[in-house]
């Protein structure tokens, strides 16, 4: 620490959870050092100048989200989350893990159902799913994949231990601010990426693309790949728009597409155009007017019907929620057991089920410590926390949960670990988590070295969703390294393989400062 | 190309171009104002509008010619409300367009409240026009010569024939002496090059003809005219005969022969009425357009009582 001189670290402390840059007896982490320094060396002014400059490189981008019909930037806090290579040798493998058992659940469940047979899940848990679809029942994806992008929810309790607090494996949305807060941040911070050695993101969209392309219908070549959205009035339509654009695909809307004998085309000015694979944005009971909500205009009349004869792949697949339901989260670790003979490498929340009667009258004697969730929302909506929460709230949420229990879940409140964040009053620990995404090819999960931390940015907040007022961090997961000084020095010439460079031109007079240039000067000097 | 991409290019292009030629046609108005003693001030806003096909109630203030060409964003035809829309377009295209295009048209609709509450008008039609020629610029150094291109190119060239030939109405505006030809030329940034070109005075008919027909100025109505056509040949190129493409460049090109073959002089006599054919000629092409490319031939919609 830097002695009296005030740098923006003073009077951080970090409260009762596990902080990430600052241990308990306030050193600093060994991830974070060089960061630390960093920001030590600024003064308080210059560190606000630097959250300023970059909320107005979002404005100018306009990356934003829309909250309640406005357009808003994305606050991204000017401090950077860092996950070293130790912990994210944890994390990679451990989300990997856990999208395989996602995979292989929903294959049984939209086939043979062996988990019920066996015992392993009970029946009525899936048909009373409200995202259980018995119409993509026995409709086999191309190669197999149905989870193609996929965003595990992890925090890390006060032991500072991962934990999954939710999947999400229908449309995750969040990824194009883990690669546009890359970019602002590399500007901000120039030397740290280097010295530091913080992994790239940048091949998302690369990878999704190619991952999308190995899911095309059989027998397809070149596959034509859209990226299907609700429209500009989305909230997540900036990363619909990033998305396609740096996969160089079509991003179209539902009005854009039209069916015609079981065969998806879209609209364009020289004619109909056939469409292979569908990265839909768009909610499944949206999709399809002929099978779901009849009033949708989002979608395109015919689209499951075009799928179900293997005509056109739709990732990710229909019926996924059916695995995110927050029910099923509880079976999770034996489910990881089951299908892949594995140990979970990253453990759950513990978490009671509210349909156990004997759960239930557990939950309800110590309500008030407690966090319950709906098992199918999103967004942090309905979320209670228990000690955050006033009487009358409680009561409402007890009678809620009494009149339908399958529809609920509780869990104790995780202390959600923190990371130094900008506020009106200087650096302060706030909680955060993190969304990793992975994408399943067909032949490998692939976990993106990053990911989505979200941030409460009020003062002691525990739901960090941006639906919430949360804002994010750019995420860096060490273990790049460039070994900067094991460098050889550089040779006095570059050469190109025995290539002469060709040198560059010039208008002839311009750099001639010979006979002519004296010759003007003296005539002006004369006359 | 997606239809529905192709109609926001087309009108990002006309858009931005609108929004940069009214800025134009209300600076040399304000001056006008300014310069000619004798002026009828009410009647010369009111006619001025009526170029602009804006409504007309009664007398109308300088301030009122302000709100409505220029600063009022709820209005579409101010430039605010103009470049509000191009950028509505623009977000909507976002996926095609390049990043630094999409920044310049984000950033110039962001900084349009504080820019256009200036108390110099004069200072916010440059701007105006900066920013315009900084997407322009933008446009014509980072988008592939391909149907994005064609669009956004296509409308911009339709929408200069036809802002031209607003422009040169102003000439004939009741109330005022209007803007003399010296004046327009400034205005369309075409004085100098005249001046290169013809090298002599500025005289009525040799103006005139500079701004109508010449085939090198790319600020002249035959010039524009004559690059929507090409354009649309490049969009589609075989051509059939009697096509729907084939009606727009009939329409175009017979604009600008009307133009071109005609003497000089029986334009300037009757120089408001063949303006108005211009003007025609381009909201006609712009409608045949709209029905070969950006409408769906036939749409197959869902209706619930037919299950």
Redesign the interface.
């Known amino acids: 620490m830097a002695g009296d001189a005030t740098t923006p670290w003073t009077g951080y402390s970090p409260a009762a959870a596990w902080d990430e840059a600052v241990d308990v007896q306030g050193e600093v982490r060994e991830p974070y050092a060089k960061v630390y320094s960093e920001i030590e060396r600024m003064s308080g002014e210059d560190l606000q100048a630097r959250a300023e400059a970059l909320a107005n490189t979002y404005?100018?981008?306009?990356v934003t989200f829309d909250h309640a019909g406005e357009e808003r930037p994305f606050p991204l806090d000017i401090v950077p989350r860092v996950v070293g290579a130790d912990e994210w040798e944890i994390i990679s493998p451990g989300v990997a893990q856990r999208v395989r058992t996602l995979e292989a659940f929903l294959a049984d469940v939209y086939g043979s159902q062996r988990c019920v047979t066996d015992g392993i899940i009970p029946r009525r848990l899936i048909t009373t799913s409200q995202y259980f679809h018995r119409v993509v029942g026995a409709v086999d994806p191309a190669n197999g994949v149905r989870v193609h992008v996929s965003g595990i929810d992890l925090v890390r309790d006060h032991h500072g231990i991962w934990r999954v607090l939710e999947d999400n494996v229908r449309v995750p949305s969040g990824v194009s601010y883990v690669l546009s807060n890359r970019r602002a941040m590399s500007q901000m911070f120039p030397d740290l990426f280097g010295a530091m050695g913080v992994r790239p993101v940048l091949e998302y969209s690369q990878r999704l693309r190619s991952a999308l392309a190995k899911a095309a219908p059989e027998g397809v070549e070149d596959p034509s790949i859209v990226?299907l959205s609700p429209g500009?009035f989305n909230s997540a339509?900036?990363e619909h728009?990033?998305l396609?654009?740096t996969m160089g695909v079509?991003?179209?809307?539902g009005?854009?597409l039209?069916?015609h004998a079981g065969r998806v085309y879209?609209?364009?000015?020289?004619g109909r155009r056939r469409v292979d694979v569908i990265y839909r944005r768009v909610d499944d009971e949206y999709l399809d007017?002929?099978v779901f909500r009849?009033?949708s205009a989002l979608g395109a009349?015919?689209i499951v019907h075009a799928a179900r004869l293997g005509n056109v792949a739709i990732a990710n697949a229909i019926g996924n929620g059916v695995a995110d339901d927050k029910l099923i989260y509880t079976y999770m670790p034996e489910l990881t057991r089951y299908y892949l003979g594995e140990e979970p490498i990253l453990p759950n929340v513990d978490t009671w089920r509210l349909e156990d009667p004997e759960a239930l009258e557990e939950v309800m004697d110590r309500f008030d410590e407690l966090v319950t969730k709906p098992v199918d929302g999103a967004g942090g909506k309905g979320v209670l926390i228990g000690p955050a929460a006033s009487k009358s709230e409680l009561e409402a949420a007890r009678q809620h949960i009494l009149e339908d229990p399958r529809g609920w879940i509780a869990q104790p409140v995780v202390q959600l670990s923190t990371v130094p964040t900008l506020t009106s009053e200087g650096l302060e620990p706030r909680h955060v988590d993190l969304r990793p995404f992975a994408i399943n090819d067909g032949d490998d999960v692939w976990v993106l070295p990053g990911g989505l931390t979200r941030v409460a940015l009020q003062r002691g907040q525990l739901i960090v969703n941006s639906s919430q007022g949360g804002g994010s961090k750019d995420t860096w997961v060490l273990g790049g390294v460039r070994h900067r000084g094991s460098v050889p020095p550089p040779e006095s010439r570059v050469e190109f393989a025995g290539v002469e460079p060709v040198p560059q031109s010039a208008h002839p007079e311009d750099y001639v400062h010979g006979q002519q240039q004296m010759q003007q000067q003296q005539q002006g000097s004369t006359c | 190309m997606l239809s529905r991409i192709a109609e926001s290019l087309f009108w990002i292009g006309r858009y931005v171009e609108r929004a940069d030629n009214t800025a134009r046609l209300l600076d040399v108005h304000l001056n006008v104002l300014l310069e000619d003693p004798w002026v009828d001030e009410p009647t010369a806003n009111a006619s001025l509008l009526a170029v602009m096909h804006v409504p007309v109630d009664g007398a109308v203030t300088r301030d009122a010619v302000i709100r409505a060409l220029a600063t009022d964003a709820t209005l579409s035809s101010s430039i605010s409300g103009t470049l509000g829309a191009a950028r509505d377009n623009a977000r909507r295209a976002r996926e095609v367009i390049s990043t630094e295009v999409w920044e310049s048209l984000n950033t110039t609709y962001m900084q349009l409240g504080a820019r256009s509450r200036t108390p110099r008008p004069h200072d916010f039609f440059t701007w105006v026009r900066e920013r315009a020629a900084v997407v322009w610029g933008l446009h014509s150094a980072t988008t592939s010569r391909d149907d994005a291109w064609n669009f956004m190119e296509l409308g911009r060239s339709l929408e200069r024939a036809d802002m031209i030939a607003r422009l040169l109405m102003t000439k004939a505006l009741a109330g005022t002496t209007g803007p003399n030809w010296t004046t327009l030329l400034r205005t369309c940034s075409a004085h100098e090059a005249y001046l290169r070109t013809v090298r002599s005075l500025v005289t009525e008919e040799r103006a005139a003809e500079f701004l109508l027909i010449d085939r090198l100025f790319p600020r002249s109505i035959a010039y524009n005219l004559d690059k929507a056509e090409t354009t649309l040949a490049l969009i589609e190129p075989g051509l059939a005969r009697h096509s729907q493409t084939d009606h727009a460049r009939l329409a175009l090109g017979r604009a600008r022969t009307n133009l071109e073959y005609q003497a000089i002089d029986e334009i300037l006599e009757d120089l408001p009425a063949q303006m108005r054919q211009v003007q025609r000629a381009c909201a006609s092409a712009s409608d045949i357009i709209r029905d070969r490319f950006f409408l769906p031939s036939s749409s197959v919609l869902w209706s619930q009582e037919a299950v």
């Open positions: 404005l100018a981008q306009g990226v500009v339509y900036y728009s990033l396609a654009r079509e991003l179209v809307e009005r854009d039209e069916t879209m609209r364009t000015t020289a007017p002929v009849p009033d009349p015919g």
